[in-house]
């Protein structure tokens, strides 16, 4: 990694973080709250692409295990990956590695409803496909109301998609920083 | 974020890197205990525990109270919530475990100066090598995370600022836009400043 490439990284971990100063809203049943903090690892993988994205959301996972008070509300600590919203938490820097790798292989033939289709299986099948079981299995409730609780998330998460196709695109017109893969 | 705040005390002294370990163990410890009673019980004293280091380090009761006043109405609604659906029981674990680990976790930032807390995470993270990780680059990416966010909610409050004279603060990309697109020129120009100070990252951290 490059200079450029670290700085990249901090960038994104730490937009990740300023995201959270959004107050969150928790859901009762699954106790797991809506943050804006999802669409760090969403834009990460679209701005920065797979491997600085990626690398940006582990460094943000990194730091809130270490304890520091970056997750919405002010939380952090081995707690949160440990609590019912872990498996959403872990599966952040994943999401924004395989959001930026089929960015990086489509980046030529770009078009709103591809990309809105690659954040929506990143940044919202991938992710439930881990969340949900991780709910069924740290707040013990069975797997189907661990789905019907998370379902809450889908109205949030389908306007963050759309958000982060505006926001990505207006971004990569005015300063391009993907390359082809 | 918090800021240092100079002193003497066993908690200033004591190693960060065990700083952190504690807060890691305290946080996991906080969430592991099954039983309800038996949590609240931890909880509670993880809390007495925090405030009698507050005392020791010598915080001022002024900064304390800046720790927990941004979680003032969250700590609310969520003891509101736990109280509905659970009993008081659960409203108290709810409001002890949230304000214990913010506390503590602000604690170590307050009696750690960031340099030293960033070269524990460093050399914590040495066990990364084998998987390609270089140390010293992690450590510069944390150190610059940390201060990029301060960084990041300035030029955020002043972008909604000159969107606001244009009409256009309701709209989030309006805001989110610029203040991407400012923090991407940025980071260029943080990299030439780094790179023409001969960094190597290959022999930094010694």
Known sequence: ?181 | MTPYVPGESPVHRCPPGAKILALIATGTALFALPRLDMAVVLALAALAVTGLLYWIARIPARLVLAQLRPLAWILAVLVLVQLALDGWLAGLLVAARLSALVLLAGLVTLTTRSADLIEALQRGLAWLKPLGVNPAKAGLAIALTLRFIPVLAAIAAEVREAQRARGLESSLVALTVPVVVRMLKMSDDIAAAIDARSYDPDRAGH
């Open chain 1, 1 to 181: 990694m490059s200079t450029r490439d670290i700085v990249f990284v901090a960038l994104f971990a730490a937009l990740t973080a300023a995201l959270g100063l959004f107050p969150p809203v928790t859901l009762p049943v699954v106790g797991v709250p809506i943050t804006a903090q999802s669409m760090g690892a969403m834009l990460a993988g679209a701005i920065a692409g797979a491997t600085r994205g990626g690398a940006a959301l582990a460094l943000f996972v990194l730091l809130v295990c270490a304890g520091l008070p970056l997750m919405a509300g002010g939380r952090g600590g081995l707690g949160i990956v440990m609590g019912p919203g872990g498996g959403f938490v872990l599966m952040w820097p994943v999401a924004a590695f395989v959001i930026g790798f089929l960015y990086e292989r489509s980046l030529k033939t770009l078009t709103v409803w591809k990309e809105a289709l690659i954040l929506v299986l990143g940044g919202i099948v991938l992710t439930y496909a881990v969340g949900i079981p991780w709910i069924a299995v740290v707040a013990r409730v069975d797997l189907a109301k661990a789905a019907i609780g998370s379902a809450w998330f889908l109205p949030g998460d389908a306007a963050k998609v759309v958000l982060v196709v505006l926001i990505a695109r207006a971004v990569r017109r005015a300063y391009p920083t993907l390359q082809p893969r």
